[in-house]
């Protein structure tokens, strides 16, 4: 091999400060040989080495022990051999998995990959087969790609695989110090499309991300066509512990490298308790004083050691368990007057956590608080006791202090929910993405389990420690982690930010923009807030902003509709006063699918809904007298209009008025009726709720049904004077408007509704829905109703410009009286017969609920509309000088018999 010449090559190659090192071969190792005799060629590997990848893709030379052909001339010839295994799944878009697409499989990796060793399904369904392969050579990715994708078309299929062995893992062999801050790094020879870290810990995957505890460096190669993926991570804790793996991707490919990392732990709380505590030297001079330390549980073996006022004691520390570690000594006090216990953790590298509490001492003749509750000890003054003990569910301490003047101040609680001190606890102890996994968790749960204080309590503290953790996290870059029921966005604040479907836009503010969505938690609440207020999103949004003291202004698009009778108010969570606020805060228009609010101060934002003034008291009142009085008024007419009908329907005209008017006072009555059998929707069953709104939806609908037919009748009279319309014409006319189109539109209104899996109706109010601009069964009577009256409307300006017309340009000014009088009489009886007081109704959707002209329109629509049916019967009767006749008539007839049975009577007697 010409040792000789090799070693001068070498030597020359290696300087050091100018002068040559001695070079020496130590071991020799035949890596390939080639026999080349005439134009027969036979080139082979040693057992420890495989065809490089040059070798295979340039002469086909890929499994073959022997090569035939002359490939000497080909660097590198034979390259070590390194294990890489091949994880993939086929997923089959039609036929189910065989035998005959095994081998296929197989056939491909066998003829298409260098160093191929295996390959065996490890597990299949019906349309799905997992297997694993092995080569011995770090293979070409886009030749294992192209092998892929050929696969996709060859097995009808979606190949994708992971590799093992392809990637260079470097990470810190043995463990390392708590709260140092590590890192691990990947490098792979080629170029990727893109790379990622997990944690892989208890079987839970969890993404990392640039944040205040990791750091990531995705571009940690300095040569071309490589690429490279570090992570550090910042103060490692005990969440720090885990499976690292990064990954490489390209395409179908991914390429992985594990690596485990040990953290040597630190006690993250310790807390210590004292048996007394407090020692009475007032009574005693020697107590007995049992100190706990108690942390929580860890893997880590602690060497614990305690001190007194910087004495060591000359005991080991006893641990009862895994957790608690406790010491007792005789305290004398005639040694001293106060005392200070330590106890010192050291973990196997050597880093050091102590925590020390302080024994109270009461003197001969000191001074103290007296023992009382049963749970505060005697106190020496100036002295704060510990106390460990917490209501159900929640951990933590209390403290009070003993005032120089030997009384007690307030019990001051540091107690906080379990739930609660685990998030806590998880969010200064895990990484970033763990702690919002567990958050989002802890919000499945209903907590249930406590009562409506303790739960108003943790509800508080969840939001502020949400809100304190968005406020301090420090993110380079953008950042978005969605959870089930968190979402996190991060970004610049000239931008808008989306979470959970709310859109965030905050104005004119250079720093950095933080938002978070937070689901199940607005309901745990005890809404306090107005009365019957309720929250119906259950969302709360979380924003804050980085680094900046300019004024500020937000605006927040909630996807809430305002249901009927309710009023959207957008607050805040007010620490100071533990509840919800609208200080700073404004509703803004709207489309009808979105709540918006303006508020000028950042925080925790919510929208709660609050019933309207439309259902205030005096409304109510005057919606059920005007009812009562509708219903009666109309019974009094039905009996009018049975008594005088023969006499007031001798001609087609009266006919036809008073046969549309009955319909209207008895469809008007159902209706009512009706209506005030669904005043009270939370005693109804939703069976017997339908039912009242499919009879209002009908009788509201029929009875203005018949109000059209009299207005067309009206302007058939008044247009075709010498053409009068007959009998039964109008009655089949009337008859399809009046009965077929009511019941047919609230038929094809349920039906539409059933099919499209929509709500016909609202169980909270008996009615039908409104979901939105011409969205909801709500239109299916607005519709009509709408256009019946805009008919209406139409029909009384003609009567009015026809007694005008009638009116001759020199008639006296006592006809223009007259003239005026009839134009009166026409809006006054035709108003409630026509149905134009239910136009106020849309009137009241085009103004804002806070609008200064609602008051006066919603009681002007109450009143008149409650009292319609009182309005159709002086329409009907007092307006009709028939009616009135024969009602006088029949009255004189009565007086008349009523004499004429009273005389009789009285000439019997005499007889």
Not at 245 to 274: D, W, Y
Not at 293 to 317: C, R
Request: glycine share 4%; net charge neutral.
């Amino acid at each position: 091999m010409e040792s000789q010449i090799i070693l001068s090559l070498l030597k020359k190659s290696v300087q050091v400060n100018g002068s040559s090192d001695n070079v020496a071969i130590t071991e020799i190792k035949l890596v390939s040989e080639c026999f080349l005799i005439g134009d027969t060629t036979s080139c082979n590997c040693s057992g420890e080495y495989s065809w490089s990848n040059e070798v295979c893709y340039s002469s086909s030379c890929c499994t073959e022990t022997t090569c035939t052909q002359n490939v000497s001339h080909i660097k590198p010839l034979c390259i070590a051999k390194v294990q890489v295994y091949i994880n993939g799944s086929v997923t089959l878009t039609s036929a189910p998995w065989d035998a005959n697409k095994t081998a296929k499989l197989e056939t491909a990796f066998r003829s298409r990959l260098n160093g191929y060793e295996s390959l065996n399904i490890t597990g299949y369904s019906n349309k799905i087969a997992d297997f694993e392969a092995a080569v011995s050579i770090k293979l070409k990715t886009f030749v294992l790609q192209k092998l892929l994708t050929d696969l996709d078309d060859i097995l009808t299929a979606k190949v994708l695989v992971d590799t093992v062995g392809m990637v260079n893992i470097t990470a810190p062999e043995d463990r390392v110090c708590y709260k140092s801050s590590p890192s691990l790094e990947c490098r792979l020879e080629e170029a990727t499309t893109s790379t990622g870290w997990k944690l892989i810990k208890e079987h839970k995957h969890l993404e990392l991300e640039d944040g205040s505890m990791v750091t990531l460096n995705r571009s940690c190669f300095d040569g071309k066509n490589k690429s490279c993926i570090a992570v550090t991570l910042n103060k490692v804790t005990s969440a720090g512990s885990g499976t690292y793996q990064c990954r490489f991707t390209f395409g179908s490919v991914t390429h992985t490298a594990k690596a485990q990392l040990n953290v040597s732990l630190l006690p993250e709380v310790i807390t210590m308790t004292i048996d007394p505590p407090v020692a009475d030297c007032s009574v005693k001079t020697n107590v007995k004083v049992t100190v706990t330390a108690k942390i929580q549980n860890t893997t880590e073996s602690y060497k614990v050691s305690w001190e007194l006022n910087g004495s060591h004691l000359f005991f080991v520390a006893c641990p009862e368990d895994t957790l608690v570690y406790s010491v007792k000594s005789n305290f004398l006090c005639e040694k001293m007057t106060e005392a200070k216990w330590k106890v010192i953790f050291q973990n196997q590298k050597g880093q050091m956590k102590n925590e020390s509490v302080d024994i109270l001492v009461i003197s001969e003749n000191g001074k103290y608080c007296p023992e009382t509750d049963g749970i505060w000890p005697k106190t020496p003054n100036g002295g704060t006791v510990i106390n460990q003990t917490c209501e159900n569910g929640k951990t933590g301490y209390k403290s009070r202090t003993c005032n120089d003047d030997s009384t007690w101040q307030p019990v001051f609680s540091f107690c906080i929910s379990q739930k609660l001190q685990k998030v806590q606890t998880a969010a200064e102890m895990i990484l970033f993405q763990d702690f919002l996994y567990a958050a989002s968790n802890l919000l499945k749960n209903n907590w249930t389990d406590v009562n409506s204080s303790i739960r108003q309590d943790m509800s508080s503290q969840y939001l502020e420690g949400v809100e304190d953790l968005v406020k301090n996290i420090q993110v380079n870059n953008t950042l978005n982690i969605s959870r089930e029921n968190l979402d996190l966005k991060v970004s610049r604040s000239d931008c808008n930010i989306s979470v959970f479907n709310v859109t965030v836009k905050l104005y004119n503010n250079p720093g950095k923009f933080k938002t978070v969505g937070v689901r199940n938690l607005l309901n745990k609440f005890d809404n306090r807030f107005q009365q019957k207020s309720t929250a119906l999103h259950n969302l709360i949004i979380i924003t804050t902003i980085e680094n900046s003291s300019f004024p500020t202004e937000i605006t927040m698009d909630f996807p809430i509709k305002q249901l009927n009778h309710t009023q959207p108010h957008c607050v805040f969570w007010d620490t100071n006063k533990t509840d919800w606020s609208e200080t700073g805060c404004k509703v803004q228009p709207s489309d009808a699918n979105h709540t918006r609010c303006n508020c000028t101060h950042l925080t925790s934002f919510a929208v709660l809904m609050s019933k309207t003034d439309t259902s205030d008291v005096n409304l109510d009142t005057i919606t059920y007298v005007g009812l009562a009085v509708s219903i009666c008024s109309l019974l009094i007419f039905l009996i009018i209009e049975a008594l005088v009908w023969s006499v007031v329907v001798k001609t087609n005209l009266s006919y036809f008025r008073h046969t549309a008017l009955v319909n209207i006072a008895v469809f008007l009555l159902l209706a009512d009726c009706s209506f005030l059998g669904s005043i009270s929707p939370e005693k109804l069953s939703p069976l017997l709720c339908l039912i009242l709104t499919i009879c209002k939806h009908v009788f509201y609908l029929a009875t203005f049904s018949w109000m059209l037919c009299m207005s067309v009748m009206l302007i058939h009279r008044l247009i075709f004077v010498f053409s009068p319309l007959r009998k039964k014409v109008f009655m089949f006319l009337s008859s399809i408007v009046g009965y077929a189109c009511p019941v047919l539109i609230v038929a094809l209104s349920y039906v539409y509704c059933k099919y499209n899996k929509k709500r016909y109706y609202e169980e909270k109010t008996c009615w039908l829905v409104f979901e939105g601009s011409l969205e909801g069964s709500i239109y299916a009577f607005l519709l009509p109703v709408g256009t019946v009256i805009f008919t209406n409307l139409f029909s009384m300006a003609v009567v009015i410009f026809t007694l005008l017309k009638s009116s001759a340009p020199d008639s006296s000014r006592s006809d223009e009286k007259e003239t005026a009088k009839s134009i009166i009489k026409v809006v006054v009886f035709l108003t409630p017969v026509f149905g134009v007081t239910w136009g106020i109704g849309f009137l009241l959707l085009i103004f804002e609920q806070d609008h200064d002209v609602r008051p006066f329109l919603n009681y002007s629509f109450t009143i008149l509309n409650s009292f319609q049916g009182f309005f159709v019967m002086l329409t009907g009767v007092f307006a009709e000088p028939k009616v009135r006749q024969e009602l006088l008539k029949r009255m004189d007839k009565g007086k008349y018999d009523t004499m004429k049975n009273s005389t009789s009577a009285s000439n019997t007697k005499e007889r």
